[in-house]
């Protein structure tokens, strides 16, 4: 199997590049072909825009999709973006590594989908959802926050993390993988000291024993359901009788909505 860990996190010594280094670990061990890009030691440059493409289909309006799919069918995109278009196409398995800020990504990590997913080259009109490009491909998030698991779920103050975390995982199931359940871990604070420290320390340990448990039967991991192409109308509306997988995909929108003031 080949993996492709991308991580997203600017301190070398965080406890979540520490799993990406665990979960490189696990795999060559079994004999898999390892490949990892850290995208804050790259300097990777997040921000899409007219400046990465030197022969504009269109030079008096910038259109990232027009120029994304022109420059694809130019062989003309930048080198960074290529280079990680080949990783991806090339891996069977890809792990995303970062840190829950802000109820999202690291904006690095964004920037990444926005200039690697090329329009033309990685999603089509013709090529999305179970149809995509990484059809046959799996994706997992290792996702760490500061926040205790209480406060992040269902009924938790920040909001659940798992249904925040929606729009990356819709984002990877868009051009064709097969997301599996992310992998959080809560409570991942600096600035401790004392028995507070030693707790979280014990609390990390198993955390990274349990990782490395799933991560060795990694075949035996949940896999979230998504809609298929049947389940909507013409109109990409949902059947009446289609399945719910998520409150962002559903019926009656009164199933998720607060009661009005």
Known sequence: M???????????????????????????????????????????????????????????????????????????????????????????????????????????????????????????SKHRHENGIMKGKRALLTVTAGAPANACGHNGRHGDMRFLLWPSIHALHYIGYSMLEPYLIHGVRGGLDGLAKEKQ?????????????????INDWPIIPFNKEEDFNEDKTLKPHSPEYSPFVRHNPGNWKADPI
Not at 25 to 40: A, D, M, P
Not at 78 to 94: F, G, M, Q, T
């Open 201 to 217: 320390q014990q609390f990390l340990d198993q955390k990274v024993k349990d990782f490395e448990s799933r991560l060795i039967n």
């Open 2 to 124: 080949k993996v492709l860990i991308i991580s997203a996190h600017p301190e070398a010594d965080s406890f979540n590049l520490f799993l990406a280094s665990r979960a490189a670990r696990v795999f060559e061990k079994q004999g898999s072909l390892v490949q990892t890009v850290n995208l804050y030691s790259e300097n990777f440059e997040p921000c899409e825009g007219q400046n990465f493409y030197p022969d504009r289909q269109d030079p008096q309006r910038f259109d990232a999709l027009l120029e994304q799919r022109h420059h694809w069918e130019m062989h003309n995109l930048p080198d960074d973006v290529v280079r990680h278009i080949e990783l991806l196409k090339s891996a069977d398995l890809l792990l995303l590594h970062f840190p829950f800020w802000w109820f999202g990504m690291p904006a690095i990590l964004k920037g990444w989908m926005d200039r690697v997913f090329v329009y033309g080259g990685i999603y089509d």
